[in-house]
């Protein structure tokens, strides 16, 4: 493959995920994709069944959702170009952004406020993207029974897997806002 095919492939890969970026939050805040978060969470750890009021194919929505963003941070960690240029924000960008944006995160920490891709490091640590895959296939089987997941994960397990992807998605929504 020739070096500019490459380029293109890479540009390619970055556009798409950009374009997701657009779509999933085009589709809501943070904070509605963490209220969805958190009620699939609780019919995780509750046994019962999932029913939204836009019933069960709601939940596998969330689903499809939060693995795509995992792959598409995934994805976006491996382009340093990318990372590097979100480290130039500054204490008074950020302020700017606070009033600026109609939503900004106060879950992160400062240093993740200026470089969200730290966030996503932290996030792929100990968990690879397959990992997360089987954790959240299994929050899903759980969410649409009527047995609740504590016998197959810990209680530790889940409330990690959904810190964590509560801070991704306002790492994501910082990355997409500066893009």
């Known amino acids: 493959m020739k070096a500019s095919e490459l380029q293109i492939n890479i540009d390619d890969k970055l556009s798409a995920?950009?374009?997701f970026l657009d779509d999933f939050f085009d589709s809501g805040l943070p904070k509605e994709h963490r209220?969805?978060?958190?009620?699939?969470?609780?019919?995780?750890i509750n046994d019962e069944q999932y029913n939204g009021r836009h019933g069960a194919g709601h939940v596998f929505l969330v689903y499809e959702e939060t693995i795509q963003l995992i792959e598409i941070a995934h994805t976006l960690m491996g382009h340093n170009e990318i990372s590097t240029?979100?480290?130039?924000?500054?204490?008074?960008?950020?302020?700017?952004?606070?009033?600026?944006?109609?939503y900004f995160p106060t879950n992160l920490s400062q240093k993740e406020l200026v470089d969200p891709f730290k966030t996503i490091e932290i996030?792929?640590?100990?968990?690879?993207?397959?990992?997360y895959k089987d954790l959240l296939h299994e929050w899903l089987r759980v969410a649409l029974s009527n047995k609740a997941a504590l016998e197959m994960l810990s209680a530790k397990e889940i409330i990690d897997v959904y810190d964590k992807l509560r801070k991704l998605y306002s790492a994501a929504w910082l990355i997409h806002q500066r893009k």
């Open 17 to 19: 995920a950009f374009n």
């Open 35 to 44: 209220k969805d978060l958190k009620k699939w969470r609780f019919h995780v």
């Open 85 to 102: 240029a979100a480290i130039d924000v500054t204490e008074d960008d950020i302020e700017q952004e606070k009033m600026d944006w109609i």
């Open 123 to 131: 996030f792929f640590e100990s968990t690879t993207v397959d990992q």
